[in-house]
């Protein structure tokens, strides 16, 4: 049974940074491609970037500079540092594993940034 779950969300201030994280179990960990995505309300989930098994990563151009993706295949977790962050930011931000299970995402974390 392949289970992935997101940390670390919360309430946060405006400039301020966060460090979320995603666990998977079930899966060859450390050959999936890990991504993660945000919804923020009245909006289309949008994809923020990717971490493959050896730590390349990929970003979307609205978030380079700002989010780091990077990750512990002995922990089976991926990590997204968010900076300078921006009430823009307020989301539910989701972790995806991408392998030769299939595809599963978690439940979310909440994420909110006061001004």
């Known amino acids: 049974q392949v289970q992935v779950v997101e940390s670390g969300g919360g309430l946060v201030q405006a400039g301020g940074s966060l460090r979320l994280s995603c666990t998977a179990s079930g899966t060859i960990f450390m050959a999936d491609v890990m991504d993660w995505h945000r919804q923020a309300p009245g909006k289309q989930r949008e994809l923020l970037g990717s971490i493959a098994g050896g730590g390349r990563t990929l970003y979307a151009d609205s978030v380079k500079g700002r989010f780091t993706i990077s990750r512990d295949n002995a922990k089976n977790t991926v990590y997204l540092h968010i900076h300078s962050l921006k009430p823009e930011d307020t989301a539910v931000y989701y972790c995806?594993?991408?392998?030769?299970?299939?595809?599963?995402w978690g439940q979310g974390t909440q994420v909110t940034v006061s001004s």
């Open positions: 995806r594993s991408r392998g030769s299970v299939g595809e599963y």
